[in-house]
C-alpha cells in the first residue's frame, strides 16, 4: 500500500473499534472515571495491552538472563528476540543497539562519542532539534572546540528545509543531526534527501538522528536512510516508560565509548540486561504487524510491520484531513472563526500528526485548562518553557497549544474536539 494518499485513509470502523479494544484508557481516564479525548500522545502514547502484559510477567522474575539456570536462558531467547524486533523496526541488522533508561541518554552517547572521536572543527544541527539532541550538540562542541553550526527553520512549513541544513556543511564537518519530525509542529524533515546531499559534501560524515517523534507514525528504514546513530522510545510507541532505544552503525560502534572491559569493542549495552523492555517492545511490533495482516498476507516479518505502519499513516492522516477541513457533521480548524493554525503544511504527507494551534480570546495555558474541563487533554507550549522558547522563537510564536492524537482515535473523535473547540470559540 502505498502511503502518498494525500488525504489518507480511515480504518473501518470494526478494525477501528478492535484496535481501540487492544490499548489501555482510549476514552476514558482511569484516575478520576470520566470520558475524555486525550490528544497528548507526543507527551506518551496510549499502552498496547500485550506490551504492558509482557512487561509486567517478565519483570516479576529474579532471574538473570546472563545466568545458566533453566529460566535464565528462556529469558536470554525473549531478550534475542527484542533485539531482532528493533531490527525489524529500524530495518537493520548491522551496527550495535544501544539502550539506556531514556532515549535522550541514548543521544547524549552518541553525539558525545562522535565529538571525542571524529576529526573535524564543525558540527551541525538544526533550531527545530529536541533539547537531547539540540542541548548534546551544544554540550560537546563547547567541550570539544568544535564550531556550532545550526540550520533555521521554515514558519510556513513547520520544518527545514534541506538546503538550509547543506549549506553548513563541508570537508570539515565531523557531525550532522537532526529530527525525523518535529514534536511541536509534527513537520516531518526529508531525511533521505538530506542524508544523500549531505554526504555528496562529505562522503565519511557522521550523521545521527532523532525518530523519537516519528517512530509511532511512519517507517523508519536505516537501509535507505544509512545513518550512523538513531534512536526512539517505546513509551510514545505504545510500550512503557524507562527505556530508550537506539542503533549505531558498525563505524560508530566501534569508535570509544563507555564499556565493560570484558566486553566486545562494538558493544554498547552496560549493566544488567532488561527483558521485561525487550519483550514489551516485541509485543508493539507484532501488534503492528497484527495491522499489516489486516490488509497483505506475507510471511515476511519487516513487510508486515511496514504495511501495519503504513496503514496507521494513513488513518492518522485522514484524521488530520478531517480535523483541518471538517467533516459533514463539524467545521474544521481552518474553517473555525477565532482558530488560528500555526505552522499550516498544506501537504499532508509531509505532517506527522501533530497540529499547533492558537485561540484569539484564550491564551494558551487557560486554552488547554479549559479543553481538559470539557474532556479534552492537550498540551502548551510557551516561551518560558526552556523546552520549547528556541523552537518557538524560530517561526516567530508566543506560543501554541500542542493537539497530539494517534491512530487509536476515530473520526468520532475528531468531531467532538471540534466541536469543543467551537465552543471555546465563544468564550468572552
Not at 476514552?27 to 498496547?48: A, Q, Y
Not at 526552556?386 to 475528531?414: A, T
Request: with cysteine; charged share 25%; net charge negative.
Amino acid at each position: 500500500m502505498k502511503d502518498n494518499i494525500e488525504q489518507g485513509q480511515l480504518f473501518d470502523e470494526l478494525l477501528s473499534k478492535e484496535i481501540k479494544d487492544k490499548f489501555y484508557h482510549v476514552d476514558v481516564d482511569p484516575i478520576n472515571k470520566t470520558k475524555r479525548l486525550f490528544f497528548d500522545n507526543s507527551g506518551g502514547s496510549f499502552r498496547l495491552k500485550a506490551a504492558s502484559h509482557a512487561f509486567t510477567k517478565l519483570d516479576e522474575l529474579p532471574d538473570c538472563p546472563e545466568h545458566g539456570n533453566t529460566t535464565a536462558k528462556w529469558l536470554m531467547d525473549i531478550q534475542e528476540e527484542g533485539y531482532r524486533s528493533i531490527e525489524t523496526i529500524l530495518n537493520t541488522n548491522t551496527g550495535s543497539i544501544v539502550t539506556s533508561l531514556t532515549a535522550s541518554m541514548v543521544m547524549f552517547d552518541m553525539v558525545r562519542t562522535v565529538m571525542e572521536n571524529v576529526p573535524g572543527g564543525n558540527v551541525v544541527t538544526t533550531l527545530l532539534e529536541h533539547p537531547s539532541a539540540y542541548d548534546s550538540m551544544v554540550s560537546y562542541a563547547a567541550a570539544t572546540g568544535k564550531e556550532l553550526r545550526v540550520a533555521k527553520t521554515n514558519p510556513l512549513t513547520g520544518g527545514v528545509d534541506v538546503e538550509d541544513i547543506i549549506e553548513l556543511i563541508d570537508q570539515d564537518t565531523c557531525l550532522l543531526t537532526f529530527m525525523y519530525a518535529s514534536n511541536v509542529s509534527g513537520a516531518l524533515l526529508d531525511a533521505e534527501k538530506i542524508v544523500v546531499e549531505a554526504r555528496k559534501i562529505k562522503p565519511d560524515l557522521y550523521i545521527v538522528v532523532d525518530a523519537v517523534q516519528h517512530a509511532p507514525h511512519g517507517i523508519i528504514d536505516v537501509s535507505k536512510v544509512p545513518v550512523d546513530g538513531i534512536n526512539f522510545a517505546p513509551y510514545k510507541f505504545f510500550g512503557p516508560r524507562g527505556f530508550g532505544i537506539g542503533y549505531v552503525s558498525e563505524r560508530l560502534a566501534k569508535l570509544p565509548h563507555n564499556k565493560l572491559i570484558a566486553k566486545p569493542n562494538d558493544y554498547w549495552q552496560l549493566g544488567s540486561p532488561a527483558p521485561a523492555h525487550f519483550a514489551a517492545v516485541t509485543e508493539v511490533v507484532n501488534y503492528v504487524c497484527w495491522l499489516g495482516e489486516r490488509f497483505i498476507t506475507s510471511t515476511t516479518r519487516r513487510e508486515l510491520f511496514v504495511e501495519g505502519m503504513t496503514r496507521i499513516k494513513l488513518h492518522e492522516r485522514a484524521l488530520m484531513h478531517a480535523m483541518l477541513e471538517g467533516t459533514e457533521n463539524a467545521e474544521g480548524l481552518r474553517h473555525i472563526d477565532g482558530i488560528n493554525v500555526y505552522l499550516d503544511c498544506k501537504d499532508l504527507t509531509k505532517k506527522d500528526f501533530i497540529m499547533a494551534i492558537g485561540f484569539d480570546n484564550i491564551d494558551y495555558k487557560k486554552a488547554v485548562e479549559y479543553y481538559e474541563m470539557n474532556g479534552v487533554v492537550t498540551f502548551e507550549r510557551l516561551l518560558s518553557s526552556p523546552y520549547s522558547s528556541r523552537i518557538l522563537e524560530s517561526f516567530g510564536l508566543k506560543g501554541s497549544i500542542r493537539v497530539s492524537p494517534i491512530h487509536c482515535h476515530n473520526l468520532k473523535d475528531i468531531e467532538k474536539f471540534l466541536e469543543v473547540t467551537k465552543m471555546l470559540c465563544q468564550i468572552q
